[in-house]
């Protein structure tokens, strides 16, 4: 068979925090997201509480823990709020698993069967960089939008444009960038897109490299980062350095009005970073024409980037937890494939203002 549709799509992303409710909260109120499905004591879950958020095809879960001795407690005193898993939809979960197996990188672990009254749920997890996991869901017999000890929760339609995940950015040691694309290449099936070597991406002060592997013509995409050297502290290491090990840098979330969703972002409270206003008088020059109004743009720092197929729009919020690990990016496509490769000067001079200070540079 093809090795093209082995995964379908990023199913949900889960993450580890503090207080579950406090970030469905800021995701309900700020970023757009309506509660779908809470899980906790009152359906049948010991130990943990997590609701479910949708806002387009974005499905996040936000878990918790009840108790000292969990898991998550231990994952969030460790790495502070961020994300444990990066859930993949299959086609076929033993199809899957025997591709994975008979390529040999990647060790996959045992299957799971949740059962529920909408059917059984069939599990496997895969362990990637740091303590990420991606766990492989097969919804065949499963017969619900919602995943199983999860109850549906009602909720108004809150959209801000969000419409699905663009990609998910990974921030791994120095020297580690080649085995984890390794890891998706030869072990999962998937492509290396593109890559960038320090050249491109450093400032003065600080650098990193970064490749970028795709399944499925597109529908799953992973940028994986490494550190590289500069005079001062490249920005992923000090991810690194606060999140304790490899993990998951940002998201990128995509719209089809990025000046309309980052206009309410903002006025909801988002911090995003902001850029130079210098930046804008170049724009044109380096993007050439564009629809929106650079006046607009600069007014809401929503940076511009062009490769041979088109332009692209994109922004990135501040830190969403205490530490300097996880963010967002809000990106609209115009066409262009890559991920802001221009922008990467603009976006480092910007961030390291912030790690400046915080007395990290
Ligand atoms: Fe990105």
Same mark, same amino acid.
């Given at each position: 068979m093809s090795t093209d549709s082995l995964f379908n799509s990023i199913d949900s992303i889960e993450f580890y925090v503090g207080s579950a409710k406090q970030w469905a909260y800021f995701h309900e109120k700020a970023m757009g997201f309506r509660v779908i499905g809470y899980s906790g004591p009152e359906t049948g879950v010991r130990d943990r509480i997590s609701y479910l958020m949708g806002q387009g095809d974005v499905r996040l879960i936000f878990t918790g823990f @009840?108790? $000292? !001795?969990?898991?998550?407690?231990? #994952?969030?005193? @460790? #790495?502070?709020d961020g994300v444990k898993d990066v859930a993949m939809d299959v086609n076929d979960l033993e199809e899957t698993l025997s591709f994975i $197996?008979?390529?040999g990188?990647?060790?996959p672990g045992g299957v799971t069967k949740l059962k529920g009254e909408n059917g059984t749920l069939a599990k496997a997890e895969l362990k990637t960089f740091g303590e990420t996991i991606h766990s492989l869901r097969d919804y065949g017999e499963w017969? !619900?939008?919602?995943?199983?000890?999860f109850k549906e929760i009602e909720s108004r339609e809150n959209s801000l444009g969000v419409k699905k995940v663009d990609h998910v950015v990974g921030n791994v040691e120095e020297n580690k960038m080649d085995p984890w694309v390794n890891y998706y290449v030869k072990g999962l099936g998937f492509n290396q897109l593109m890559s960038?070597?320090?050249?491109?991406? !450093?400032?003065?002060y600080s650098a990193l490299k970064s490749k970028v592997v795709e399944y499925g013509g597109r529908k799953i995409i992973f940028p994986i980062n490494e550190p590289a050297l500069g005079l001062k502290k490249s920005q992923i290491q000090e991810y690194l350095d606060y999140y304790e090990t490899p993990g998951v840098q940002h998201i990128a979330l995509a719209t089809d009005n990025i000046i309309d969703t980052v206009r309410r972002m903002k006025k909801?409270?988002?911090p995003f970073l902001e850029t130079p206003g210098t930046y804008y008088d170049e724009l044109e020059d $380096?993007?050439?024409k564009i629809d929106e109004d650079l006046d607009v743009l600069k007014d809401l720092n929503i940076l511009v980037d062009?490769?041979?197929?088109?332009? @692209? @729009?994109?922004?990135?919020?501040?830190?969403?937890?205490? $530490?300097?690990?996880?963010?967002y990016e809000i990106i609209q496509r115009k066409g262009a494939t890559s991920f802001g490769k221009g922008n990467f000067k603009a976006l480092f001079e910007s961030i390291e203002r912030e790690q400046e200070k915080r007395g990290n540079l």
């Open positions: @009840l108790s $000292r !001795s969990s898991e998550i407690s231990r #994952h969030v005193e @460790l #790495h502070g $197996r008979e390529n990188v990647v060790k017969d !619900s939008d919602l995943p199983p000890g960038f070597d320090d050249k491109d991406i !450093s400032t003065k909801n409270g988002i $380096r993007v050439g062009r490769d041979d197929d088109g332009y @692209l @729009l994109q922004i990135f919020t501040q830190p969403i937890g205490d $530490r300097p690990t996880f963010f």
